[in-house]
């Protein structure tokens, strides 16, 4: 499959938006509020640029996406302010795949300025000038030197591509019945989805260091996983759920069971240690920090279940592929098999994602 014509968000603000259906992802990004707020104003006061070149990759859409960025404006004025420094001009690109929901982003833009000068009386406002870069951060986007400050939240975690080395020579996957890393996997599964995250992530260290100043930060939140284990009841956990509730429509005759085993997730959980290799390896950044912290996804709002708020989260992520691969008249059943078995699962044990928080510093 395309991965970069088909897979985005689900745009707009229906029901299944993530627009709508992404405050977990919201929440976590305000645990970690206080790391990327410390890296920028640090990156200020040691370089001090007369315009500031920030980028988010993997913005996506809806109101986290321009939220963080009035965070970070905010806390570099607050710096200027309390050193007397004239108010900066800011450049802000925001990144994502070419399918992305970008007018969505664009239409909020008007009520952004609003919000960042409502509080500024008579006092000069920020110059902020925002641009969309579609294309894949696996690679470049921008000309050197152009950045200062790189944020991505919850993007890194998704690989350029599906490992093609899942498949035989006859195009088959070799990963039967599971669309990620499981028990019952071949040992080469997870040795493809390592493989691809190692280019992949690489590549995405080498683009960066060429696009960011000298001394430039990058804040870099992802899922991952807390040892070397790959199999676990965490994020793992949640993609095996999604390949029983697969094998749930199969078994009803909803879905060829051919379909489930030609169906793998391009995603990754790395460990600490398999990113940390991969940034000592490319050799151009300094990690200055390395965070790992669970979320509760367990309490939702409107009394909702905790399997019913992640299958809603996991729909606005997933459904532009699977609805491409098994066609969307399934989503609806497949999704409550999803959250149903979550409910299940989670009454029995707790579920627990890991998520990293990972400061780099260009040399």
């Known amino acids: 499959m395309d991965v970069k014509n088909v897979f985005h968000m689900t745009g707009g603000v229906g029901l299944t938006s993530y627009a709508r259906n992404s405050s977990l992802q919201k929440k976590a990004s305000d645990m970690v509020k206080n790391i990327t707020l410390e890296a920028i104003q640090e990156l200020y006061l040691t370089t001090t640029p007369k315009s500031l070149g920030i980028a988010d990759l993997g913005c996506s859409s809806g109101p986290n996406t321009l939220s963080i960025i009035k965070e970070i404006i905010e806390a570099v004025e607050g710096v200027c302010r309390r050193t007397f420094q004239p108010s900066q001009e800011f450049r802000v690109y925001l990144n994502d795949l070419p399918s992305n929901d970008f007018n969505s982003i664009f239409k909020a833009l008007p009520d952004f300025s609003k919000d960042l000068n409502k509080e500024r009386n008579n006092g000069k406002s920020p110059s902020v000038y925002i641009g969309?870069?579609?294309?894949?951060?696996?690679?470049?986007?921008?000309?050197?030197?152009s950045l200062h400050?790189?944020?991505?939240?919850?993007?890194?975690?998704?690989?350029?591509?599906?490992?093609?080395?899942?498949?035989?020579?006859?195009?088959?996957?070799?990963?039967?019945?599971?669309?990620?890393?499981?028990?019952?996997?071949?040992v080469?599964?997870?040795?493809?989805?390592?493989?691809?995250?190692?280019?992949?992530?690489?590549?995405?260290?080498?683009?960066?260091?060429?696009?960011?100043?000298?001394?430039?930060?990058?804040?870099?939140?992802?899922?991952g996983r807390s040892g070397p284990d790959h199999v676990d009841r965490g994020n793992c956990f949640f993609w095996q759920l999604v390949s029983q509730s697969i094998a749930i429509l199969v078994s009803k005759g909803d879905v060829e069971e051919e379909r489930l085993d030609s169906y793998d997730v391009h995603f990754y959980a790395p460990s600490r240690e398999e990113i940390e290799d991969e940034v000592r390896k490319e050799g151009s950044f300094e990690l200055e920090r390395f965070e790992m912290f669970g979320l509760d996804h367990r309490h939702g709002k409107n009394n909702e279940s905790c399997g019913?708020?992640?299958?809603?989260?996991?729909?606005?992520?997933?459904?532009?592929?699977?609805?491409?691969?098994?066609g969307e008249g399934i989503l609806d059943s497949l999704f409550e098999n999803f959250g149903r078995l979550v409910d299940e699962e989670?009454?029995?044990?707790?579920?627990?994602?890991?998520?990293?928080?990972?400061?780099?510093?260009?040399?």
């Open 149 to 186: 400050f790189v944020y991505s939240s919850y993007s890194l975690h998704w690989l350029s591509r599906v490992p093609p080395e899942l498949y035989c020579k006859e195009g088959k996957s070799i990963n039967k019945g599971s669309v990620y890393i499981s028990e019952s996997s071949p």
């Open 132 to 145: 969309a870069y579609p294309g894949s951060f696996y690679g470049r986007l921008f000309p050197n030197n």
């Open 308 to 326: 019913t708020r992640v299958a809603m989260t996991v729909r606005a992520i997933q459904e532009s592929m699977i609805g491409q691969h098994f």
């Open 188 to 223: 080469g599964v997870s040795q493809a989805y390592l493989k691809q995250f190692q280019e992949d992530f690489t590549l995405f260290l080498k683009s960066r260091s060429e696009e960011l100043a000298a001394g430039g930060r990058m804040v870099l939140i992802l899922l």
């Open 346 to 363: 989670t009454a029995k044990e707790d579920i627990k994602p890991i998520t990293f928080g990972v400061v780099l510093k260009k040399f």
